[in-house]
RNA sequence: GGAGAAUUGGCCGAGUGGUUUAAGGCGACGGUUUUGAAAACCGUUGAUGUAACCGCAUCCGGGGGUUCGAAUCCCUCAUUCUCCGCCA
């Protein structure tokens, strides 16, 4: 969340920054609910003060006494005005939470400006589409018969858009977990294996409620959440905490399903493995300093990189404009991958900085060893990869004529040597 | 799932309604001493909010209640431990 301190001190300024994300704040009610916020802070602060006075002084007394009993009379009126500040602090507390909850992180001043996907920035492409002498198909089409991946029978035991992976294709939605990590703990990650199912406080921390409540699935009776993505569980680890200088930054690296409902996106992505209620994700998530968060970012951004690079996947990477980026972040790098079977590039992984949005939301903090202060971490994350995606991106760049696939080599240790997947 | 016990600052730990406005210890940091170190001695050492500063307020697992006043009494939830049951 914003700070609702600096948000008041500079409300113009935050509702034009706010305005770029192509929506209309108004930030009127908030500076009202500050000032009374102020005004009975200021109320029961003064009263807990006389409380406190008069407590060591009432100690003293007889209890029988005549002064004892008039000032009990006098302490009992003070004390019940400092309640009704405190009950109706909490009130303009909560209301001023809920509002402030809402509002989206500030985009980074160097963020393009746009209003939605088409004006987002290609900034680079990685390696070359692959030369088929054919007409590429679709994932799905490589596995007519779905011995790899089964829809069908996957609705039939859930629902629509839940899978099953059989044979090769389990094979190498697991290879591909386990190479993702192994090379991440190479770049110095550590590996996390956190709980699938969080609770609310964890979902708040990270962003995913109050807003978006309508995206996750629920418990039924209970309030625990099926993770949307290990960003999540990972840096909640450290909610509430403070965290020792010299530990950051912190890197981890977590695999996870992720659990998404897919509100508002009924209709698209209909067919095959690229938008599903359950997927595998490697996430990489980093809590840092804030004068490190931007280059820490670029590493990440970097790392996400090398999983494509080792699997010779063609890719580019998109900067996000500020009509696109998500209600967290401050900056977005994504990773699109091609796909030549559908001819387009589609992202596999969304890696972003979000400042001290989400330090904030979830009292992460670490102890400045000169100045012995609590400064609020930085947070980053990436998927590295999104599993399924990637799996898409090999049965489609590595289709040969007859509908086989080749296993990219730096897979086929993961593989017991597989080296050719048929249908 | 059942029964019992527990939860106090970085760690240990005292505290059963008002000099606790959280003792004491350990650790850490600074100083004295020393050729250097250790030991000893002295001092400092939790968080949040607010304030230019002195300070003030809040926090004893979370939330609520009783009271002029709660770490302490009551209710409730969570977590941990022990025993029993069930189970991969």
Same mark, same amino acid.
């Given at each position: ?39 009975? =802070? ?16 009432? #100690? ?43 509002? %989206? ?6 963020? %393009? ?16 589409? %692959? ?98 993505? #290990? ?34 996106? #009924? ?61 967290? #972040? ?40 000169? =100045? ?52």
């Amino acid at each position: 969340m914003l700070d609702v301190r600096y948000l008041c001190d500079n409300i113009d300024e935050v509702e034009g920054i706010l305005k770029k994300r192509g929506k209309d704040f108004d930030l009127s009610k908030i500076k009202e609910l500050a000032a009374q916020r102020k005004d009975l =802070t200021q109320t029961y602060e003064l009263n807990q003060q006389k409380l406190n006075q008069n407590k060591h002084l009432m #100690a003293k007394l007889d209890k029988k006494s005549e002064e004892f009993i008039q000032k009990r009379d006098e302490m009992k009126e003070i004390s019940s005005t400092s309640k009704e500040a405190k009950v109706k602090l909490a009130e303009v507390m909560e209301q001023l939470d809920e509002l402030v909850m809402f509002l %989206p992180n500030l985009p980074q001043n160097d963020v %393009p400006l746009g209003k939605g996907e088409d004006d987002n920035i290609v900034l680079r492409y990685w390696g070359e589409k %692959p030369i088929l002498d054919f007409e590429p198909k679709n994932h799905w089409d490589l596995d007519p018969n779905q011995n790899l991946m089964d829809f069908e029978r996957g609705s039939k035991i859930t629902g629509t858009k839940f899978t099953v992976m059989k044979k090769a294709a389990a094979t190498m939605e697991r290879a591909l977990i386990s190479f993702m990590i192994d090379n991440h703990l190479d770049s110095g990650y550590d590996e996390i294996f956190p709980p699938f199912v969080v609770n609310k406080e964890a979902m708040t921390g990270t962003g995913q409620l109050p807003k978006f409540a309508d995206d996750a699935f629920k418990i039924d009776g209970m309030e625990y959440y099926l993770v949307p993505t #290990a960003e999540v569980p990972v840096t909640n680890l450290y909610q509430n905490e403070i965290i020792p200088e010299d530990k950051l930054p912190l890197k981890m690296v977590a695999y996870t399903a992720c659990f998404r409902k897919e509100a508002g996106s #009924a209709g698209k992505d209909t067919r095959g493995l690229i938008r599903q209620h359950q997927f595998n994700k490697v996430e990489l998530v980093k809590i840092t300093k804030p004068e490190d968060s931007h280059k820490e970012h670029l590493a990440l951004l970097a790392d996400a990189e090398s999983i494509l690079q080792k699997l010779n996947l063609h890719y580019r990477v998109v900067e996000l404009c500020t009509g696109d980026l998500g209600f967290s #972040a401050s900056k977005c790098y994504d990773i699109e991958v091609w796909l030549p079977g559908q001819n387009k590039y589609r992202e596999i992984s969304s890696v972003s900085n979000f400042l001290d949005f989400q330090g904030r939301r979830a009292k992460i903090r670490y102890k400045n060893k000169e =100045t012995k202060k609590n400064i609020i971490a930085h947070t980053i994350n990436g998927s590295a990869l999104a599993v399924g995606r990637t799996l898409v991106a090999i049965f489609e760049n590595y289709q040969q004529k007859d509908g086989s696939i080749v296993v990219p080599e730096a897979l086929r240790p993961y593989m017991r040597g597989m080296e050719v997947i048929k249908g």
